[in-house]
């Protein structure tokens, strides 16, 4: 089967069983993504396929072929760290770090929503052209993504900061 | 306690200041001006945001196995046939152990039977057909991948004898109870006639208040990297107890305690859960029986099964006081649950002892026995769960007579340890409830319940104290090693679960040994550095501390002899001497100082490296040593629907000097997050019938999500605790306690209802 995760196109030969998630962690050693429950319940997993965050515990490897994937470790470019990772570690958006991979590429996903004006069950008016990014707003869209250290402030803070200049995972450079 | 034992507590708490650590002030607590203090970013913050930290599932080794387990569905009784033949053909499968082919393995040594032991029970693992709980691990399967051991493991199929089990909390308590204890002292205690007085006291309050268990859940899920070579084991571990955790499986595999190597540099999240469970032993016994690596991770569910968690209570709170609101009579009483295989009792009345100023005490833990996993500790044992009794009781009171519930508390303040008599070291709670309250505007809040509404929502203003004492173990110790280019090593067996212990400790090496933080490194989770150092009960700073302290003194000393008569040095005795610009100076004349990368050159030396052990901790037993913070809710709560929302929360601590403001500030409000989920949402639900663990997974068992948690205030005085290493005290437990008195008060005062029965979910409201 063929994969093309961050960038790069990668070959295995993987049980039919396999999800994306351990394909990305046992087949690939991508361990930046994050396993916290292999059930869809805490959003560690969550990687971005064609820009969109899914979580990849839930997602069978197979029906990703040839999709685009982009993992916490394709966030970097030529080392350097992307805007949003720069912003958790000067927020102290995390503590122990494990929940912190799945955060960032959700608030990268999160901010795709937003700019396509895909409504939340907290936006006031669903009608309305451009979504009115707020506190509430955020939080709501987060809350798949569960920090069990209770890093929530701090990753908010982070996020707010970059929203406006997160930019999209396809224009990013394969490293 | 033996008259041996009890003479000499006696003889530490009238020994002289001077004779005790702490006697004199760390010196470090004068420096105002280094890196202790400042808010320093997290320097493993970069390996993290990128995914390159790596974890205990995450190490490669050649030629991997992967483990699934299979577990008992009944509570109690004997395993009568293992059916494994279909799991042995299934694809991919390299083993399936069971207790008919498992290793013999000695019982696991359980935490607190010796200073080293880890494990969260004394069974012995897979020896034979006994079910103790229901969900104990009867089978392990090795597969050449996780998919092949999932499935085989399914396959699997087990008959049981049935013996009647204990699995009600309810009905355990009525069948009986016994007296519990606490780190080998019983959880008891009795001061003047504590219902004599409660019974004429003219204002009282006599509650039962009741709390679930708990589960940590941290969003790593327990794992381990396992591999033999020869009589070697080596263990990639997620653990807050690496030394703890080698000593234990030496133990039970009968080898020597060098022979186990455990490794844990970071740890995704622990709250106590991390020590030794029985998934590290399997994983271990059957790597040597498949002779394989073998890489275990539990699942979420596997996490609940075989992993404890907090035991429930029930508490009684009476207050007796006088119409002022003294108090003359304290009476904290219950029961909690335990197994009959571990010795954990969940302390809930130790806040009790400590807070508030009484002439009449009666405090009692009591227990009974459930077949269940054994429970263990979790964020703050004890006070978590019983300052949400005791603080409820107080706010009740303050109602009952009339007055502020804060004033009363302040009425309450003892001048000493009103149980142990003990000074204190430093106490500055007074001042954390005067800057808190100020800052959250307390005077707004109205005393007659359900006075603020803002269209469906009554809102209520709340507050508790939070308390939770300073801790040192013995066992910490400390090898720095500086080097001709002036740099140093420091090695400690501590752990880094995110409490930001590299951080922090980094800064205060730098201070101490008058470096930057760039010519630091801390070097730790891993059982070849010294210290016998429990990431637990908010102690890892002091120890650390303390053995860094103790391994600086030797530095010093043995610099000061190489730097011989030529040095501007010379003649300094080691205590006259500390860390600065680079190298030693006179503490009183900084002109008198020679660099590290001097001496060590005149010297002809690379590198001098020095070991020690920190003092024995007795400290605590000369003084009483707690941290408190105020804490401040607002609740929501929705008429119509009973939905809480927490829309502010401030916490005020005094939890002497904060060496990391920034990694501190979020301790504080992980803590306190912990705690909303405490007062709102977290229940562990055991199906009486069976024993078995009804919500075993995220979206059952629920935590706080971003959408629960506003934006948490913390500040803090800052008073550092002269008696403490650096002045400070743990900041890594004492968050979660008082947060659910704080919330439960908050929904009072909005509701008019009194929720003494935890979680505090809608239909309670309703
Ligand atoms: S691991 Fe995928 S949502 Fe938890
Ligand atoms: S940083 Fe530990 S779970 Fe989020």
Redesign the pocket.
């Known amino acids: 089967m063929q994969f093309v995760i961050n960038g790069r196109s990668l070959d295995a030969d993987v049980d039919l069983r396999t999800s994306l ?1 351990d394909l990305l962690r046992d087949h690939f050693g991508l361990s930046g993504t ?13 990687v971005l396929v064609d820009g969109n965050r899914i ?4 997602a069978l490897a197979v029906q990703y072929q040839g999709r685009k994937i982009t993992t916490v470790e394709g966030l970097t470019s030529n080392g350097a760290l992307h805007p949003l990772q720069e912003a958790f570690v000067a927020h102290d958006g995390f503590q122990c770090g494990y929940c912190t991979p ?1 955060q960032i590429c959700s608030a990268i996903g999160m901010a795709n929503e937003l700019r396509t004006g895909v409504p939340s069950y907290v936006t006031a008016d669903v009608a309305a052209e451009a979504i009115t990014v707020d506190f509430d707003e955020i939080r709501e869209r987060m809350s ?1 993504n ?1 920090c069990r250290c209770g890093a929530y402030n701090g990753i908010i803070e982070a996020i707010s900061e970059t929203l406006g200049t997160i930019p999209l995972p396809e224009a990013k450079d394969a490293p | 306690m033996s008259i041996v034992q009890a003479a000499l507590k006696k003889a530490i708490a009238l020994a002289p200041d001077s004779w005790i650590p702490g006697g004199s002030p760390d010196p470090l607590i004068r420096e105002r001006h280094g890196h202790v203090g400042q808010p320093v970013s997290r320097i493993d913050g970069p390996l993290k945001v990128a995914g390159k930290a790596r974890f205990a599932a995450e190490f490669p080794i050649e030629g991997l196995t992967y483990a699934a387990l299979h577990y008992s569905s009944v509570a109690k009784g004997r395993i009568v046939e293992i059916r494994t033949s279909e799991a042995e053909q299934a694809p991919g499968v390299v083993l399936v152990m069971t207790h008919r082919n498992a290793p013999s393995l000695a019982k696991a040594p359980a935490f607190g039977t010796n200073p080293k032991a880890a494990g969260g029970d004394d069974l012995a693992i897979m020896q034979d057909d006994r079910i103790h709980w229901n969900g104990q691990a009867v089978a392990l399967v090795l597969a050449e991948t996780q998919e092949q051991a999932d499935h085989a493991q399914s396959l699997i199929r087990v008959d049981y004898e049935v013996d009647a089990a204990s699995t009600s909390f309810e009905q355990a308590i009525a069948d009986g109870t016994e007296p519990g204890q606490f780190m080998g002292e019983p959880l008891k205690l009795r001061i003047g006639d504590a219902d004599a007085l409660f019974a004429t006291a003219p204002a009282k309050v006599d509650a039962t208040y009741r709390t679930p268990g708990h589960n940590h859940n941290p ?1 790593e899920l327990h794992a381990a990297t396992l591999a033999w070579s020869g009589d070697e084991l080596r263990v990639h571990d997620a653990s807050q107890a690496v030394t703890h955790a080698a000593w234990t499986l030496s133990q039970i595999f009968g080898i020597k305690e060098e022979q186990v190597h455990v490794t844990s540099p970071f740890v995704g999240g622990g709250f106590g859960s991390k020590t030794l469970w029985h998934h590290q032993i399997l994983g271990a016994a059957a790597a040597r029986l498949a002779k394989r690596p073998v890489r275990i991770v539990l699942s ?1 569910e596997g996490v609940f099964r075989t992993v404890g968690g907090r035991a429930p209570t029930e508490q009684r709170v009476a207050l007796g006081a006088r119409r002022d609101g003294t108090f003359d009579a304290i009476i904290h009483t219950g029961v909690t649950a335990m197994t009959p295989h571990n010795a954990m009792t969940e302390p809930f009345i130790i806040a009790t002892r400590s807070l508030y100023a009484a002439k009449s005490f009666r405090l009692e833990v009591d227990t009974v026995k459930l077949n269940t996993v054994a429970n263990t500790f979790m964020r703050a044992p004890g006070e978590a769960v019983g300052t949400f009794a005791l603080e409820s009781a107080i706010d009740e009171l303050a109602a009952e007579i009339g007055m502020d519930p804060i004033e009363l508390r302040i009425r309450n303040e003892p001048e000493r340890d009103p149980t142990q008599g003990l000074p204190f070291s430093q106490r500055g709670i007074v001042a954390a409830w005067r800057a808190g309250a100020e800052r959250f505007e307390w005077y707004k809040r109205q005393q007659r319940p359900r006075s603020v509404r803002d269209g469906d929502w009554l809102v209520g203003l709340g507050c508790a104290t939070a308390t939770y004492p300073y801790y040192r173990m013995p066992g910490g110790a400390a090898r720095i090693t500086v080097t001709r280019d002036g740099r140093a090593i420091v090695a400690v067996a501590a752990h880094e679960m995110g409490m930001g212990t590299a951080t922090a400790q980094t800064q205060v090496i730098a201070d101490r040994l008058g470096l930057s933080m760039d010519q630091v490194k801390f070097h730790y989770g891993d059982t070849s550095l010294p210290g016998i150092v429990l990431a637990g009960g908010s102690q890892q700073t002091a120890s650390v501390g303390a053995g860094v302290v103790a391994a600086h003194r030797a530095l010093v000393a043995e610099m000061l002899k190489l730097a011989g008569n030529d040095s501007p040095l010379a003649g300094l005795h080691p205590s006259e001497v500390g860390g600065f610009d680079g190298g030693l100076c006179a503490l009183d004349d900084h002109d008198r100082r020679e660099s590290y990368a001097s001496i060590l050159a005149r010297a002809q030396r690379t590198e001098i490296s020095v070991e020690a052990e920190a003092s024995m901790p007795l400290e605590m037993q000369h003084w009483s040593m707690h941290s408190h913070a105020a804490m401040f809710c607002e609740a929501r709560v929705n008429e119509v629907t009973g939905e809480v929302r927490i829309s502010r929360f401030l916490g005020s601590f005094d939890c002497g000097r904060i060496l990391n403001p920034k990694t501190a500030a979020s301790q504080f409000r992980g803590g306190i997050i912990m705690g909303l989920g405490l007062a709102l949402m977290e229940e562990t639900q055991l199906d009486e019938r069976t024993g078995r663990i009804m919500n075993p997974s ?1 979206a059952e068992y629920h935590v706080p999500v971003h959408l629960d948690v506003p934006a948490i205030d913390v500040i803090w005085t800052d008073e550092a605790d002269p008696r403490t290493p650096m002045g400070a005290r743990g900041v890594g437990e004492i968050g979660i306690t008082g947060v659910g008195a704080a919330v439960a008060n908050a929904v009072f005062n909005a509701t008019g209802k009194r929720v003494r029965d935890l979680p505090i979910t809608l239909d309670k409201l309703l």
Do not use: D, E, F
Request: glycine share 20%.
């Open positions: 998630l994050k396993k916290g429950c292999n059930q869809g319940a805490c959003g560690a997993c969550t979580n990849s515990c839930l799945g798949g569960i | 969003i979420r995220l």
